[in-house]
């Protein structure tokens, strides 16, 4: 089946092309959101959020980049709102135990979790630890790192991915290991 066929199938809304494009991208898509979110259930849950986005707007897809590409970019953008809302739950159960309010939900670390096949890690600690440290990082250092160093996209697909030069990935790539490097040494002068 040609590509332009394939998107006017999905425009179409015919079942057979999004059972196609869920064969062909579930992996995918569900690998870059545990790589930001490791967490299996809200990897799974924001999976599922990004194949609802592109029923609902492959019409607006212009074909200016590749239809993988355009995926990626929901992904990102769909793992990022998780985070961002995350954050603002736990800057709230913050203020209320601040405030003396104890009713709040068992305070289990979001990081429970780790079973991506990227990374081997020698045990869950170490990559928790690891996982803070992406998490820390602003979002456009987050996104390059994650998208090149766990999920193994090159800095021309990243570029097409977040709209920035190859020269912008590669300063936001140095400057997530720099961040990385000093959070990280910090954290084990901490705790050793």
């Known amino acids: 089946m040609q ?45 599922q959020e990004v194949f609802i986005e592109v029923y609902n707007s492959i019409a607006k897809f212009k074909g200016d980049s590749s239809l993988s590409t355009w995926i990626y970019r929901i992904t990102t953008n769909k793992c990022l709102e998780f985070i961002r809302k995350k954050n603002a739950k736990k800057r709230f159960a913050f203020l209320k135990t601040i405030l003396g ?50 999920e193994g996209l090159s800095y021309k697909e990243i570029s097409v991915i977040i709209e920035k030069s190859i020269s912008s990935i590669e300063s936001l790539m140095f400057r997530s290991k720099k961040n990385l490097q000093k959070t990280l040494e910090i954290f084990y002068k901490n705790n050793m």
């Open 3 to 47: 590509k332009k066929e394939f998107i006017t199938e999905l425009i179409e809304k015919k079942q057979s092309a999004y059972a196609k494009l869920i064969i062909d991208y579930e992996q995918k898509v569900f690998g870059t959101c545990i790589s930001f979110v490791p967490n299996n259930e809200d990897a799974q849950d924001i999976a």
């Open 101 to 150: 309010n104890d009713d709040l939900p068992d305070k289990q670390s979001y990081f429970t979790e780790m079973n991506h096949p990227g990374i081997i890690l020698e045990n869950k600690e170490k990559s928790e630890t690891l996982f803070k440290a992406i998490n820390q990082l602003p979002d456009a250092q987050r996104i390059v790192f994650t998208l090149h160093k766990i």
